[in-house]
């Protein structure tokens, strides 16, 4: 009986989080009032209180949920055993379908831009991104021992801004073989760092 | 006379048309309606249609004004005379201060989205990133003119996705040693295409 009246919470927490996620992708953070995310819940403001919290709890629980999808794509790479295989992979899911341009990404850019005036939110969002940073700089120097943090650090961030920039440009029809080259591009520049920083280890 | 007349109207259209674009980047592009737009510009709706014509205009004008500096920034550089000089100075734009995260961002993502749905405005926004990314390969093969156009290309846009995701990444407190690793890297890409190319001309 606990676990049922649990598990109903947890939906309807899960529900207003995804439909406030939409709310602040289409309308913006601003645009996307206590109001407004009610009526798209069909929901009072006080039910949505009671299963998520303050309006800042309901904002950092949608960046939570579009962005725990790419944190754990980072932290799987970094957990998996063959550092040389994983490290195509990572490339395969940095320029692959996951990463194109959807609607996650007018959600990620509207907290992003809310996060400009709001140094607590500016924080949450760069704990994460330094996670998926951290993830990736591990994941390579698995395959290259002997590199030091900061250098892994450095390509993870061109990696990632690669990655970014062209899932940005992906919302547009550019041939796909623009998105190919810039794959090419992360392919080297990951060789190269592996190549200068000692021997790969195999498994 | 008639010269008075016309430059109050065109004042008061770039009034219009900077007010719409702050809206839209608060906002979103669903969410800046056109009553909240007229609100915001302090005018009535025929007001607006009279001084910038229909949404679709209004909407067509908020790009352009936003994304111009950057078009005219790429077709500058295309013009200039000393080719290797030039790339320098291309990479210190593509990573300095014009290109940190800033309020024209959220207005560019919001359109970017908002083509999503809209096929007109999509061949608008990729008509404008082409622009961009010609004037950057012609840039770049002024400096290797054996280079053929596809690989200039390539190179273009692998350097505009590098300058995009380190300018949105730039929203959020990384060291300052991040973006100039990425701007490092973009470097030896432009070398490594140069070199690669032929040889280098100079003026």
Chains 1, 2 share one sequence.
């Not at 913006?28 to 006080?46: F, P, V």
């Not at 790419?70 to 998996?80: H, M, N, P, S, T």
């Not at 990463?99 to 969002?125: C, F, Q, Y």
């Amino acid at each position: 009986m606990e676990m049922g009246r649990r598990s109903l919470v947890d939906e309807r927490r899960a529900q207003i989080i995804e439909e406030a996620a939409k709310t602040i992708g289409r309308y913006g953070l601003e645009g996307a009032t206590q109001e407004r995310i009610a009526e798209d819940c069909g929901l009072s403001r006080s039910h949505i209180r009671h299963y998520v919290g303050n309006r800042d709890s309901l904002i950092e629980a949608v960046w939570d949920y579009v962005i725990t999808p790419y944190v754990q794509a980072a932290e799987d790479f970094r957990d998996r055993a063959d550092p040389t295989a994983t490290l195509a992979e990572m490339i395969d899911y940095l320029f692959g379908p996951e990463m194109e341009h959807n609607d996650d990404d007018a959600v990620i850019n509207a907290l992003t831009t809310g996060a400009m005036k709001d140094a607590s939110l500016r924080d949450r969002l760069y704990g994460t991104q330094v996670r998926i940073e951290e993830a990736m700089a591990q994941t390579l120097r698995k395959a290259a021992p002997d590199a030091t943090l900061e250098r892994a650090t450095d390509v993870a961030y061109t990696l990632l801004s690669v990655a970014i920039g062209s899932s940005s440009l992906s919302a547009l029809p550019f041939p796909a073989s623009r998105r190919l080259a810039a794959r090419r591009y992360a392919e080297i520049l990951i060789d190269t760092f592996v190549q200068e920083s000692g021997a790969v280890v195999s498994t």
